[in-house]
């Protein structure tokens, strides 16, 4: 079973996020271009579950701009 994670994100964070999904064991499987939004992209990414159950939800459900800024104290 596989869990996914779907961001919408500008592209000056596109590093950062990338950098901090993969260390939470995701893999981007999509970058979409938002047309009619300024320079934004949607990240969606999976990671394998092991034994078909979800983890409890803990930490940030949706990466931000805000929550880039706390992490990483812009």
């Given amino acids: 079973m596989y869990q ?3 961001n919408q994100i ?3 964070l ?3 996020v990338l ?3 993969e260390r939470q064991g ?3 499987q999509s970058i979409i271009p938002l ?3 300024e320079r934004e992209v949607v990240l969606a990414g999976k990671k394998l579950v092991k034994d078909g159950a979800l ?3 803990s ?3 949706a990466v931000t701009d805000r929550d880039i800024e706390t992490i990483y104290r812009k």
Avoid: Q
Wanted: aromatic letters at 12%; glycine letters at 8%; proline letters at 8%.
């Fill in 59 to 61: 930490g940030i459900p």
């Fill in 4 to 6: 996914w994670r779907v």
């Fill in 14 to 16: 596109m590093e950062r």
């Fill in 10 to 12: 500008k592209l000056s």
């Fill in 35 to 37: 047309y009619g939004a």
């Fill in 55 to 57: 983890p409890a939800r």
């Fill in 26 to 28: 995701f893999e981007v």
């Fill in 19 to 21: 950098n901090h999904m």
